[in-house]
């Protein structure tokens, strides 16, 4: 039957449902075909084939407090902090025992460290109470816990469950959009994208690549091109040559360079 004319002028005025947001949207055209994306993963997986991240932790517990305990600031003042920190408290128990002024005490070298000892607490408490002293494997139930947000669960999921998740630090996100990989003005923007081009063989440890790739070659300051191995694939316009470094495990490639010099 033919639609009244005023229930297509309802549906016209209608609010925009997700769905119609959706049509709408105008769709990605990633700069790099499928074949190029592999290979970049393929590379950084022969250069890297184990990555770990760089916090230090001794269970899921610890791994989830060191993440919360990261935000602005770097690896390396969380850990040496957090090495007292585990010694005296590794479960939400003892967390809660030690008590919010002797965390405190003992992370205060780190930046925001009044919040963070209450968000510590806070979420020793939390888990206590709502999932019997366990950190939880589902992504819902860690971002409903204090201080704790989708990065932070993220990089849970992937380090303690090993779940496919990419956790867009800021390395990740200049990545992304310095590489035209994953080009975004938001980290879910970015985490959307590299989730939907990064093949599922190398999603498991594709977060930490990234993020080792961005410390440590594609810095921040200036690329350093002549040590990357996907230079001929890259299509940033800021790298600097199109020859890549040599494939090799890390430490091999770290030794040959330094005979060079
Ligand atoms: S070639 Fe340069 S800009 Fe491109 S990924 Fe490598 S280090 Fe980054």
């Keep these: 039957m033919a639609k009244l004319k005023s229930q297509i002028a309802a549906e ?15 769709t ?29 932790h001794v ?17 390396a003042g969380v850990n040496k902090a957090t ?15 030690l008590g919010e002024a002797k965390v405190g005490e ?31 494997g589902d992504r819902d139930l860690l971002v409903a816990l204090p201080g704790v947000g989708r990065k932070t669960a993220n990089v849970v999921l992937n380090m303690a469950f090993g779940q496919p998740t990419m956790a867009v630090d800021t390395h990740i996100f200049r990545i992304g959009n310095r590489i035209k990989l ?13 989730v939907r081009i990064i093949p599922a ?13 961005g410390r440590y070659v594609c810095k921040a300051r200036k690329p350093d091109c002549w040590r ?12 600097t040559t199109d020859i890549p470094a040599p494939l090799v495990p890390l430490d091999e490639l770290d030794e040959a360079l330094s005979l060079d010099q």
């Design 59 to 75: 269970n899921p517990f610890t791994l989830l407090v060191a993440v919360v305990l990261s935000a602005q600031a770097t690896d």
């Design 228 to 239: 990357c191995v996907i230079a001929d694939i890259c299509k940033s316009p800021e790298k």
């Design 106 to 136: 003992l992370i205060r070298t780190i930046g925001l460290w009044r919040n963070k000892a209450k968000n510590v607490i806070a979420l020793s408490e939390a888990l206590i109470r709502d999932h019997g002293g366990e950190v939880p």
């Design 201 to 213: 063989d190398y999603m498991r440890h594709a977060h930490h690549w990234l993020i080792l790739h």
């Design 182 to 194: 994953a080009p975004g003005k938001t980290p879910d923007e970015v985490e959307d994208k590299l």
């Design 83 to 97: 090495r007292a920190l585990f010694a005296a408290a590794d479960t939400p128990e003892k967390m809660r025992a």
């Design 28 to 56: 990605w055209r990633p700069a790099y075909s499928r074949a190029e994306v592999s290979e970049i993963f393929r590379r950084f997986s022969v250069q890297r084939p184990e990555p770990k991240g760089e916090l230090e």
């Design 12 to 26: 016209a005025s209608a609010p925009i449902t997700s769905a119609r947001a959706k049509a709408r949207k105008p």
